[in-house]
């Protein structure tokens, strides 16, 4: 009898000791699960056709009172402004944005020019350039002249002409210093799918 009761705490001890130490970690292991199938962390695209644009998934739900259509022809849904990232011209802008936005960079930023000098040093001061310039240049999002830009910022190459196309297409959508705005980005399926090896793949290599 002795012996049985020893045999039965003993096994209770077990599994009491798997529920401390191995437990904690299945639901660690079901939460990036359930994150994986969630895409809570992803970029989503709304809208079809020339009407489809992407947009961080935590600012999804700001947009989804929205015609996709007319956030993209007025630049603007329920009261914000919107930026858009044209990865037809941008493919590896638009490429480090998603993937800033994946890394729970925010989709909505507030405009500061002021800072712009001091966020662009912070970001990409110490850049290592695989391929210097004039071919590659660095990119930061969020952008240097929004309150979110600085040290935090991801940085990739991208292609030069991408950086000066930016400078072109940002500047005629940038807000006044203080308003706060969405930054979404246009013909996603032209999103670069790897990093920039020296060549620029986009689709229109005009300036913008």
């Known amino acids: 009898m002795a012996t049985k009761t020893t045999t039965r705490v003993l096994l209770i001890a077990a599994v009491v000791v798997a529920g401390v ?9 079901a939460g990036d699960v359930l994150s994986e199938m969630t ?3 992803d ?14 998934a935590n600012a999804q739900p700001k947009v989804a009172a ?11 849904c329920d009261g914000l402004r919107v930026l858009t990232v044209n990865a037809a011209k941008m493919p590896f802008i638009a490429r480090n944005t998603r993937l800033a936005w994946e890394e729970s960079k925010p989709a909505i930023l507030t405009m500061d020019r002021r800072r712009q000098p001091a966020n662009r040093d912070a970001a990409c ?29 991801r940085t990739e ?30 013909h996603p399926e032209l999103i670069a799918t790897a990093p920039f090896d020296g060549i620029d793949v986009a689709k229109e290599k005009g300036l913008c």
């Open 66 to 76: 929205c015609d996709p259509r007319e956030v993209l022809a007025r630049r603007e």
């Open 125 to 153: 001061g110490g850049f290592a350039h695989r391929h210097p310039p004039p071919a590659g240049s660095c990119d930061e999002y969020p952008m240097a002249a929004t309150a979110e830009g600085g040290a935090g910022a």
């Open 21 to 29: 130490y191995i437990a904690p970690k299945l639901l660690d292991g």
């Open 43 to 56: 970029a989503v695209t709304v809208g079809d056709g020339d009407g489809a644009f992407m947009v961080a």
């Open 157 to 186: 190459e991208v292609p030069l002409r991408e950086n000066a196309c930016q400078g072109g297409s940002y500047g005629r959508q940038y807000p006044k210093d203080g308003v706060r705005f969405l930054v979404v980005i246009v």
């Open 39 to 41: 895409g809570a962390s």
